[in-house]
């Protein structure tokens, strides 16, 4: 009886120890988010087998079989074979980039260099940034290399709102960007802000001397195919776009994309 009293004992410590022990809770796996591409991080290097390549001068689109599943690549335009094996370094990504020359788009697209190539000539207009001409990060960043430098002086902005029923100024398009989304605005501006040619597009910024440097609603962006200059007053009418990312740093809460500029 001492014996079995004694094991009883024992058994009532170890099972109080345990109690007064917090329980250990395995942390729940994590599910992979079906929405989320395929990434690398930038200037990082995609290797893989070639399934697929699209030619839209001045590059070659790769289709490739990665570790990281099917990526798509830009390269400058070179001749390599479905089934190859390649290695694209300092590959940078850019989340929905349309291809105006293939007139496709892409989830994302990492635009790089294919390793062992000879430095590729640049074509006509796209080192210089001409319409048309397509341009991954670094083109855009040597095209917006200005743009730290802030909007051009072009003296005091004071331009009479647009009118017609979806007419805003800057400021307006700022304060109701929720409202507005996917929807068409009108806009009179200055053009304090000029680049031309970069993915295809022109990009203008525009003020009408609403808001506030402070706030950051005295300034917006505007895509377009027209062209114009620094110092113009015009009227932008396009498609109001928010938490628009362009990658390689370029971000915006909102835009204006796809803009007919008048005079």
């Excluded at 031309?196 to 609603?217: C, E, F, R, T, Y």
């Excluded at 110092?231 to 809460?253: I, S």
């Amino acid at each position: 009886m001492r014996r079995l009293s004694a094991v009883l004992l024992v058994a009532v410590a170890v099972a109080g120890c345990k109690k007064s022990e917090p329980p250990v809770v395995a942390p729940p796996p994590t599910a992979p988010n079906a929405m989320e591409a395929p990434a690398a991080p930038p200037s990082a290097s995609i290797k893989g087998k070639v399934l697929e390549r699209l030619d839209a001068p001045p590059y070659s689109y790769l289709k490739i079989q990665s570790g990281q599943g099917e990526q798509w690549a830009a390269v400058p335009k070179a001749d390599v074979a479905k089934g190859a094996e390649v290695t694209v370094l300092n590959a940078m990504p850019m989340a929905n980039f349309e291809s105006k020359t293939l007139k496709k788009k892409f989830e994302v697209v990492y635009f790089g260099t294919l390793e062992g190539a000879a430095p590729a000539a640049a074509a006509p207009g796209a080192a210089a940034g001409m319409p048309g001409a397509e341009g991954g990060p670094a083109a855009m960043a040597q095209q917006h290399a200005k743009a730290a430098q802030g909007p051009s002086n072009v003296g005091d902005v004071k331009v009479p709102k647009a009118s017609g029923p979806d007419a805003r100024t800057v400021a307006e398009v700022y304060a109701q960007k929720s409202s507005l989304k996917e929807k068409t605005v009108t806009i009179r501006g200055k053009v304090v802000k000029f680049n031309p040619g970069i993915m295809g597009k022109n990009w203008v910024h525009l003020q009408d001397g609403s808001g506030k440097a402070d706030k950051q609603d005295n300034d917006i962006t505007v895509t377009t195919q027209d062209m114009t200059a620094v110092g113009d007053t015009v009227v932008a009418k396009g498609t109001v776009r928010t938490d628009k990312d362009f990658g390689a740093g370029y971000a915006y809460p909102v835009i204006i994309e796809d803009a007919k500029l008048t005079k």
